[in-house]
């Protein structure tokens, strides 16, 4: 049956579209709720007006379902679970609690039927797919670990936050492959102090060649000696001591 819906109906479309849908669904649930009316010609020309809005509500809906589609596009999700030595989780990971995750790590709150994945059952690394009919395509990455390695994957998280690491290592099996943190951060520690050092060295050099820089302009002590030539009218010492000497002999003749 083809109907002008009257509400937005989830799967079926907005307020004001015309579509087909099974007669008994119609005629038992969404023109009885209000929902929907029959698409005669007089219900079509009353509800041209809505049929409008619908329209610009559409484009206005389709808007946002991009931005939230890339808001959460490459958004990364934990989940700590029991599971065997083989990775088989004791349990699943539910579309509901990939939901439940996404919006309180992006903000973002997606009907569970949006996520377009099974329920998880290994521990691994999981792509899955986000529903939101748009032009934008969000993968979601879920990350699932075994309980039992919660401790050392929340010491690493630290580690990371630290500087020592850059990121969590995985092996195949989604298990967390252990770091030797002390050498790691001695290691980073032996390599700051080695380039302060450098540092120091480097500006003391510096310091150096500045100082014999300035040393250059000075001129050497030859220059300060070859000033005194204004000096070589002046007579020698023995040339006073001559006159005395013939003075007192004139006075003893």
């Given at each position: 049956m083809k109907i002008i819906l009257l509400a937005d109906v989830y799967k079926h479309g907005v307020a004001g579209e015309i579509v087909d849908v099974a007669n008994g669904f119609a005629r038992n649930y969404l023109i009885p709720k209000g929902l929907a009316t029959q698409a005669n010609d007089g219900e079509m020309k009353r509800t041209e007006r809505v049929r409008e809005a619908a329209q610009t509500r559409r484009l206005e809906y389709e808007a946002m379902l991009n931005e939230l589609g890339r808001k959460i596009d490459g958004a990364n999700l934990i989940f700590f679970r029991r599971a065997a030595s083989t990775g088989k989780l004791f349990g699943s990971v539910t579309t509901q609690d990939i939901a439940l995750e996404l919006d309180r790590v992006t903000g973002v709150d997606i009907n569970r039927r949006r996520v377009s994945q099974q329920p998880l059952r290994d521990a691994g690394l999981h792509e899955v797919p986000v529903r939101l009919g748009t032009d934008v395509s969000p993968v979601l990455n879920v990350r699932i670990v075994a309980e039992d390695q919660s401790m050392e994957y929340q010491r690493q998280l630290a580690a990371i936050e630290?500087?020592?690491?850059?990121?969590?290592?995985?092996?195949?099996?989604?298990?967390?492959v252990p770091q030797n943190l002390d050498r790691l951060r001695a290691k980073i520690e032996k390599a700051e102090a080695e380039a302060e050092a450098a540092e120091e060295l480097e500006a003391a050099q510096a310091a150096i060649e500045v100082n014999e820089e300035a040393n250059d302009d000075v001129p050497p002590a030859s220059d300060y000696a070859d000033d005194g030539d204004e000096y070589d009218d002046i007579p020698p010492a023995s040339d006073f001591v001559d006159d005395e000497e013939d003075e007192y002999d004139d006075d003893e003749d």
């Open positions: 630290e500087g020592i690491l850059e990121n969590i290592q995985f092996d195949a099996d989604g298990k967390v």
